[in-house]
């Protein structure tokens, strides 16, 4: 994660129910008043996911709600939108997702340095759980043990 990017969405779920294997940035296709509802902030990754049609990866059910000032030629707030990859990383990611139980799932979606909109995608493998329970004792661990630390500092 490059320090200049900017956040527009984020999926904050998305590390807890799932067990993320690696992050992949991808560029994304989008219309004119998409990419103003973004800059304004508008969009939601909650639900969203990729997926695979006709060789292409597509960002799916990703919201970005329509912008305020369009006219007829907004756009629809869940349509699916194309993943701009390399070939080769496409090959590799749609023969990962063959895998039972691996899912793309946007981490977050924000704008480069150069201004353009990017989806930060996470190879992901579901959690069980009890990895869940795992996850939540070692969080909840470390705000103790960090909170321990500061008490002795003083």
Do not use: C
Not at 81 to 97: A, N, P, S
Request: glycine share 10%.
């Amino acid at each position: 994660m490059s320090g200049d990017s900017h956040s527009v969405a984020l999926n904050r779920k998305a590390r807890f129910i799932y067990g993320i294997e690696e992050e992949i940035e991808a560029g994304v296709v989008l219309t004119g008043t998409e990419v103003k509802s973004l800059r304004a902030g508008r969009a939601g990754i909650n639900e969203a996911y990729a997926a695979e049609k006709d060789g292409a990866l597509w960002l799916i059910n990703a919201h970005i709600e329509e912008y305020g000032h369009g006219n007829r030629a907004n756009h629809e707030p869940r349509r699916p939108r194309k993943l701009l990859l390399h070939k080769k990383q496409i090959g590799k990611l749609i023969g990962r997702l063959k895998v039972k139980g691996v899912t793309l799932v946007p981490l977050r979606i924000y704008f480069n340095r150069r201004g353009l909109a990017k989806v930060m995608l996470g190879l992901a493998k579901g959690r069980k759980e009890y990895e869940k329970r795992d996850v939540i004792k070692k969080r909840d661990w470390e705000r103790d043990k960090a909170r321990i630390m500061r008490g002795k500092n003083n």
